[in-house]
């Protein structure tokens, strides 16, 4: 077996009130895949920070290529072969590939930007990528996130990274973009590179990786050398602390009566008339592949975009919502894809995202805010989804991604809502907050609320829905019956004829 590259040794990570990291201690060879897996919380965005030089370890030692290294900032962490590809990309999107994937090493000639040299070594690493069809002018804003990714890693070969960690990387990427990087990544191994490996698929984990660690509640559980012998419930086992026999945990119920009906829905996006119902006690899912119109049809539905056509028919009433909000105040929520840029508040606290649009039920008398009503409305809700927090007034930045889902989910929960419009309502949060979630949209339809799954997860949308609608290309294809939903008919008609 190789000597370890890269060594944590007793890292520890405080903050104000908690504990990130207790004496964390694993270690990963050259050569290999190492998958970092545990519950949102359980400590594996922080070490990513701590390998990055982005927080500051309050006791412990981190050691590459045999020697003791201290990262005063993230430059440093660069300079020593360290880089990190986050869930959230770090590029400039305004800036061309040629200046994203050079930044911070931009080749000069006589004072000024040598731009012919700029533009080769651009398409040397994007041949390299094989991405050689992207020119090095076009502005990355332009690009899918699936390239948008592959400019980060040609970023970090550019720099001869030593160590690159992946954070969630296939969470927003299609099926061919998925191949492609697992490619990319097997690569990256073959020439001899520490590869960590963050997510919560467990396909991946088995397809793609060589070692595993498991944390939980900042601490080192476990590291598997090998994957030999080792299974998807055991692994869950160690990852949670407890037994999850079905993380779907499907509940069968009562289809009411329609709650929205779509009729010949237009719009960005949306390049065929669309028409379905949703009805109250049911979980509607929406499957396809990125691009394929599924979330613009709901950016349609609940006013965040204007429709160039059809009619909405909610509650038995035609309506055509011209914002968001008018579509929250008649009952339709949406929790978006992407937390981070649209669904908080990040310099706010838990409660003041939580509260933000249900704050006129706790005005006292006069109008003024009653910030003891809506302190303890969010220690509810605490409780009520198990939101892993210090307490109300904490920064919701300072929480994982799937705390900081299940904020959102509290917001539209404190609300008069009658349809639940979720989208990617799993993406990046761990095995034990998915099947809390699971079962609160189940207990939502079992009340009576209609809710609509968006998703690019196969398993989820077969597994969890009562029936699901196909789009292909910016229009509906099918809606298919749960019974006859399996992932070999759902993945062909989605993918393209």
């Not at 954070?167 to 020439?191: C, M, N």
């Amino acid at each position: 077996m190789a000597e370890a590259y890269l060594r944590i040794d007793g890292i520890t990570v405080e903050f104000p009130g908690v504990r990130a990291l207790d004496g964390v201690s694993f270690a990963a060879r050259g050569g290999e895949v190492h998958a970092l897996m545990g519950e949102n919380g359980a400590g594996k965005s922080t070490l990513l920070k701590v390998l990055s030089g982005v927080n500051r370890v309050t006791g412990g030692q981190l050691w590459i290529g045999g020697e003791p290294i201290v990262f005063a900032n993230a430059r440093e962490a660069l300079r020593h072969g360290v880089s990190i590809i986050y869930q959230e990309l770090t590029l400039s999107p305004n800036l061309s590939v040629a200046e994203n994937l050079l930044l911070g090493q931009l080749p000069v000639k006589r004072g000024f930007l040598d731009r012919r040299r700029l533009r080769e070594r651009a398409m040397t690493i994007l041949e390299e990528l094989g991405e050689g069809d992207i020119h090095p002018s076009t502005k990355v804003r332009d690009l899918s996130i699936g390239q948008q990714q592959m400019i980060e890693i040609g970023r970090a070969l550019l720099r001869d990274a030593r160590i690159i960690a992946f954070d969630e990387p296939t969470s927003s990427l299609s099926v061919q973009e998925i191949r492609h990087l697992k490619r990319i990544v097997s690569r990256l191994r073959d020439e001899g590179r520490v590869v960590l490996y963050v997510t919560h698929r467990m396909e991946e984990v088995f397809e793609m990786c060589d070692a595993v660690t498991v944390f939980r509640d900042g601490r080192h559980i476990r590291t598997h050398d090998t994957l030999e012998g080792l299974d998807h419930d055991t692994l869950v086992s160690e990852m949670v602390g407890r037994e999850i026999e079905d993380v779907y945990g499907y509940r069968p119920r009562e289809r009411g009566d329609v709650l929205m009906r779509l009729e010949g829905i237009e719009g960005r996006g949306v390049r065929a008339p669309v028409s379905l119902e949703v009805h109250r006690g049911e979980v509607l899912g929406l499957f396809g592949l990125v691009g394929a119109g599924r979330s613009e049809l709901m950016r349609l539905v609940c006013g965040v975009e204007r429709a160039s056509a059809g009619q909405v028919s909610f509650a038995g009433t035609s309506r055509r919502f011209g914002s968001a909000q008018q579509a929250i105040r008649a009952g339709i929520a949406m929790c978006p894809e992407d937390r981070k840029s649209q669904g908080i508040f990040p310099v706010a606290s838990v409660s003041d995202n939580l509260n933000i649009s249900c704050r006129r039920f706790f005005k006292r008398w006069g109008g003024f805010r009653d910030p003891a009503r809506e302190t303890r409305n969010t220690q509810d809700y605490i409780r009520q989804l198990r939101i892993k927090t210090p307490g109300p007034k904490t920064p919701i930045a300072n929480l994982s991604g799937g705390n900081q889902q299940k904020v959102i989910l509290a917001r539209w929960l404190a609300e008069e809502i009658d349809l639940f419009v979720m989208d990617e309502p799993t993406r990046g949060i761990d095995v034990g907050a998915r099947r809390d979630i699971y079962s609160l949209l189940y207990d939502l339809a079992e009340r009576g609320k209609g809710v609509l799954v968006i998703s690019s997860d196969l398993a989820e949308v077969s597994s969890i829905c009562d029936r699901i609608g196909v789009m292909r290309d910016g229009e509906l294809i099918d809606i298919v019956p749960r019974e006859d939903a399996t992932p070999e008919r759902l993945l062909g008609l989605a993918l393209p004829a």
